[in-house]
């Protein structure tokens, strides 16, 4: 399951670009990268660029959705 969490990360990645790798990197404060995250981090992310995806669709600032964090929090 972890490798397929991180394949599907990686393909919202290409296919949405620089707005879901700020998503990435959110998420990876503190590790290299996904494959470091643990499981549970994974697959929040994973929800989270699925969010995310709705949110560029719908016109909605990941802001205004919640998916953004404070630098520091």
């Known amino acids: 399951m972890r490798e397929w969490h991180c394949r599907m990360i990686r393909n919202v990645r290409r296919r949405w670009g620089e707005p879901m790798q700020h998503l990435i990197d959110q998420a990876c404060c503190g590790v290299s990268d996904i494959e470091q995250l643990p499981d549970e ?8 660029m699925e969010r ?3 949110c560029i669709r719908e016109g909605i600032s990941f802001h205004d959705a919640g998916l953004l964090r404070g630098h520091f929090s």
């Open 41 to 48: 981090g994974l697959i929040q992310l994973h929800k989270d």
């Open 52 to 54: 995310a995806e709705e």
